[in-house]
């Protein structure tokens, strides 16, 4: 009989080893497919295991060498209260972020709750996606915005006559959700494809392909540089709205010097920005000329903000779109939200689900924090002042990490740097479902249970469908849930009542769901019982009402074009562009990695969907390049700097830059004997350096390479 399985890569039933789409999935993705071959997979972890020597004398010299020996539950909790105990104050417990779903038992929040409820624990500030905007927005608007309800698409294909993409594919990024993703904002891209497209990207993206859209390919960090020069062209043509500027930005003039050159004598103008983002000054021209003259909205990628100088990106952007003056108007101006989560569907009269968190007192703990992406540095460092924002923070002394729904050797740039930051700890803890290169670092690895092997609660990206997260099938070995795990954790400290009530899963799964019946039913919405909901494992709320077509900021106040704050930080306060040191080394490529449409980030590389090259992770390049180094469509090429190389398949793409390599981010850390990673992890390449000390954020897109043949094809 077909189950409903929920999950972030979308719902869908499987039955007998089959895997059929959900009917409410507006448009399900590919990805459901790999499921049969994931749950089966031979990388699974079977047993609670704890590396042989730190076993036998705490030993963490052979980390990632060793064997695993075998253990029960009981012991592995034994050791981890003891280490626990060792180490308290000193305990790294971010858990980033992607694996497993649900309101109960997903990995992150419950490692999350369980060291707050041990007292506090050492956690990150912002994240890995939108770090540096997420810092840079306060400074700018009032508020972090990124996250904020974006604009109706519907709104946008109403309205707008101009649509311009800045480093986004949103079509690839919006296959996959935080909640579970039922595609409705594919329906207005269909509506889209009538419109005016343009995509600045590195190449010709599969989001630009499917609306069939004009491309500029850019230099990889060079956006600032051609929107502003944009910028300069409208203020010397007098194509801006000034009533606009006048009445919502401050710091314009300051912006305006930089522009105009009138500090350092060089004029920002599109033979400035042609050299610097090697695009034709008529290409840029005639996209100032119809930003000046059609109603147009900016929607902007993550991807450049995840550089050097990133928040100054969006600045540049927000700096253009002020300029034109549409921020406010209705599906005009610019968007930030609309590349992950398949939103913009116009939101109903929804409510709010609980979790694990929220369905019970909230704990208070003394954490500490540290920017994003900056655990290397604190293990590497510990006690060493950094700068971060308008002050100087002191990085924490890390003796124990504990990691679920974590894939840190491939989400965290310079992947060498990883190997030996992670050296340092005492002791890690790593609940997984996969041997990945995370748990062979790790000193004590935990099975866990995949969906289809735990009881949960999960809703959709419209938040209209609650599906039950059931157990369709056996236990896979000793696998449980990081709820499970957790709990038995906290029972070893007598925590387990302030953990969870002494609840189970399915008890908290039935609290949440008739907390949200009762919501519902104030508003004379009424939801079938628990246990006929369980049974029949979804529930679409019925009869909500659509809210009135949104628009972001028709409420704005001020836009700060240049802030004091980040003058005192020694930094230009407006948007500008700066060369990254990154790009004054020798080597001659951009190297690009991108979110894959084949995987979440480093999930389903080990099942059958994984697209592959010979056996290797795809680069994909332009036919110039291939021909100077005489490799052609499947060959084996080795991409190298200073910092590591990596094995990848070449795929001849002649829209992609003529300098840029295009590596998806993801592909698992397989080193062999000599570092080389045989499987293209794109961080093997990149850099650890911060994208400004607004954020301390990651520069994954900031990378330069080079590239020789490795093997031919045969
Ligand atoms: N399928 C799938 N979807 C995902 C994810 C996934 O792993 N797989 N991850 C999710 C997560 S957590 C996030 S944060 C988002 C990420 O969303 P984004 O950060 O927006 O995604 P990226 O794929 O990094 O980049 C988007 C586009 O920017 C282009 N680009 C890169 N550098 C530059 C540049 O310098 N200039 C310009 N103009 N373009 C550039 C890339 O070629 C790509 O086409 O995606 C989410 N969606
Ligand atoms: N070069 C480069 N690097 C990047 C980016 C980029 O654009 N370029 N993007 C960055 C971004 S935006 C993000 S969000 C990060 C993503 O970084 P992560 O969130 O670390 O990414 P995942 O690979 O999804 O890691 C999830 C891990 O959880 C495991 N898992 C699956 N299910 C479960 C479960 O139920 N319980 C537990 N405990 N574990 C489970 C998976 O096997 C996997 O190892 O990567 C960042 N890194
Ligand atoms: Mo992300």
Request: charged share 25%; hydrophobic share 40%; with cysteine.
């Amino acid at each position: 009989m077909k189950k409903l399985i929920a999950s972030r890569i979308g719902a869908f039933y499987y039955d007998d080893g089959k895997v059929s789409p959900f009917e409410f999935d507006e448009k399900a993705s590919h990805m459901i497919n790999s499921y049969p071959s994931r749950i089966n997979s031979a990388s699974r972890i079977k047993y609670p295991m704890i590396r042989k020597s730190f076993l036998a004398n705490k030993d963490k010299s052979l980390r990632g060498k060793d064997e695993f020996i075998r253990v029960s539950w009981q012991e592995a909790i034994n050791i981890i209260h003891e280490e626990i105990i060792k180490a308290k104050g000193h305990i790294y417990a971010e858990s980033y972020e992607w694996g497993g779903i649900g309101q109960v038992s997903w990995g992150r929040m419950c490692v999350q709750r369980l060291m707050r409820v041990l007292g506090g624990a050492i956690f990150e500030e912002n994240d890995y996606s939108t770090g540096a905007a997420l810092a840079m927005m306060p400074y700018v608007f009032s508020s972090k915005v990124v996250y904020e309800r974006p604009t109706d698409l519907k709104a946008i294909c109403n309205n707008a006559e101009l649509v311009l993409f800045i480093g986004a594919n949103p079509l690839v990024t919006n296959l996959i959700s935080h909640d579970v993703p039922l595609h409705e904002h594919y329906k207005y891209y269909e509506i889209l494809k009538n419109k005016n497209n343009i995509f600045i990207d590195v190449y010709a993206n599969e989001s630009s392909k499917f609306l069939n859209a004009k491309n500029i390919i850019i230099n990889p960090n060079t956006d600032s540089a051609l929107l502003i020069s944009i910028c300069t062209f409208l203020y010397e043509n007098n194509l801006y709205n000034k009533e606009f500027i006048k009445k919502y930005c401050t710091g314009f003039d300051e912006f305006k010097d930089y522009f105009l050159g009138n500090n350092d004598g060089v004029k920002k103008d599109f033979a400035w920005a042609s050299e610097i983002c090697k695009i034709e000054q008529s290409v840029i021209k005639n996209l100032a000329l119809q930003l000046a003259n059609k109603k147009s909205i900016l929607i902007l990628g993550r991807s450049i903000q995840r550089q050097a100088n990133g928040e100054f990106n969006y600045l540049a952007a927000i700096s253009l779109a002020a300029m034109l003056g549409h921020i406010g108007k209705d599906g005009l101006g610019i968007e930030f939200n609309l590349i992950s989560g398949c939103k913009g569907e116009s939101v109903k009269n929804v409510k709010k689900i609980k979790d694990l968190n929220s369905i019970f007192p909230k704990i208070t703990s003394n954490d500490i924090f540290i920017p994003t992406s900056r655990l290397q540095e604190a293990l590497l460092n510990p006690n060493k002042a950094i700068k971060y924002k308008e002050e100087e923070i002191i990085l924490p002394d890390i003796k124990l990490l504990i990691n679920a729904s974590s894939s840190f050797f491939t989400h965290q740039p310079n992947t060498n740097k990883s190997i030996k930051a992670y050296t340092k700890a005492d002791c890690i803890i790593c609940l997984e479902p996969f041997f990945t290169y995370d748990a062979k670092m790790s000193d004590i690895i935990l099975p866990v249970a995949l969906e289809g092997e735990r009881e949960d609660i999960a809703i959709s990206s419209n938040k209209e469908i609650i599906f039950a997260l059931k157990k369709i099938k056996d236990d896979f070995y000793e696998a449980k849930s990081d709820f499970q795990i957790c709990k038995m954790i906290a029972k070893s400290f007598n925590k387990s009542y302030e953990f969870c009530k002494n609840l189970d899963e399915l008890d908290i799964v039935e609290l949440i769901y008739d907390d949200l019946k009762n919501e519902y039913k104030k508003d004379n919405i009424y939801l079938p019982n628990f246990n006929e909901f369980y049974e029949k494992s979804f529930v679409k709320i019925p009869s909500l009402k659509e809210q009135e077509s949104y628009t972001r900021f028709k409420d704005l106040k001020n836009i700060n074009l240049a802030n004091e704050k980040i003058s005192k930080m020694g930094l230009n306060a407006y948007a500008h562009y700066k060369k990254a040191d990154e790009f004054c080394n020798n080597y001659p490529y951009f190297l690009v990695s991108p979110h894959s449409k084949y995987r979440l980030h480093s999930q389903l590389d080990n099942s059958d969907i994984a697209f592959k090259i010979n056996n290797k992770e795809p680069v994909y390049l332009n036919s110039k390049l291939a021909k100077k180094h005489k490799i052609k469509n499947n060959d084996i090429v080795k991409i190298f700097n200073h910092r590591g190389a990596v094995l990848c398949g070449v795929v001849i793409d002649e829209s992609v830059k003529d300098n840029v390599l295009i590596l998806h981010q993801g592909a698992w850390f397989m080193p062999d004997e000599n570092g080389i990673c045989q499987n293209g992890n794109a961080n093997v390449l990149t850099s650890s350096k911060i994208s400004s000390i607004i954020s301390c954020s990651n520069i994954a897109h900031t990378c330069k390479v080079d590239l020789s043949l490795f093997k031919s094809a045969e």
